[in-house]
């Protein structure tokens, strides 16, 4: 089986994206349940242009999972999105400083697309974990979304398997003052591990 764990480079506003570290921190866990399972990583650049090119670079490879994390600034606990929107946001530029000259992905196409993945075996699965999370039919009109809807649009069959992922902000190392409660990355780890563990049983069914 093989799995691509994606996360996103930085952006205007974000200049350190924890998505790709989170990305990374999964490939390298090492369980049972990932016998016999090829991951890899892959950063995307926060760049519209740059996901149309690498984008076909990764399904190429013919994964059977894609697992995608990016970044919500103002959310509080993760959110498993449940479906793309044909939209994008002319107001808000991408880390190349261009943006979108209208606010619709594709035109003629439905205004949203739903996902792949086994949304609520995913929610259990970090639930059990203790960490916050719930389902989103909103992945927003930014690079996260757009990523998703260009994804959903290369599946065929329900293959591959595609879940996004919003991560809110995240504590990177500890701190002495708490103006605002973030989950620290090591906690967000263990909900990706599970997330990922669900995953590939139920590709193993």
Sequence with gaps: ??????GFGRFPGAPVNPSAHLAELVARRRRPAFA???????VL????AEVDRELPELFAARPD???????????????????????????????????????????GQPSSRRGNAPFMRLLAAVRRHGVAVRLSRDAGRYLCNY????????SRGGR???????????????????????????RLAVAAEALLIALIAANRR
């Design 160 to 186: 591959p398997t595609i879940a996004f992922i919003h991560i809110p902000p995240v504590r990177l190392r500890p701190r002495k003052l708490r103006r605002r409660r973030q989950p620290a990355m090591a």
């Design 36 to 42: 016999g399972v090829e991951r890899s990583v892959h």
């Design 65 to 107: 999972i894609v697992l995608m994390f990016g970044l919500a600034g103002r959310r509080r606990e993760l959110c498993i999105e449940t479906r793309a929107r044909n939209a994008r946001s002319v107001l808000s530029p991408d880390a190349s400083r261009y943006r979108p000259q209208t606010g619709v992905i594709a035109r």
């Design 147 to 154: 990523a998703y809807w260009q994804a959903l649009q290369r």
């Design 1 to 6: 089986m093989r799995v691509v764990i994606a």
């Design 45 to 48: 650049p926060t760049v519209y």
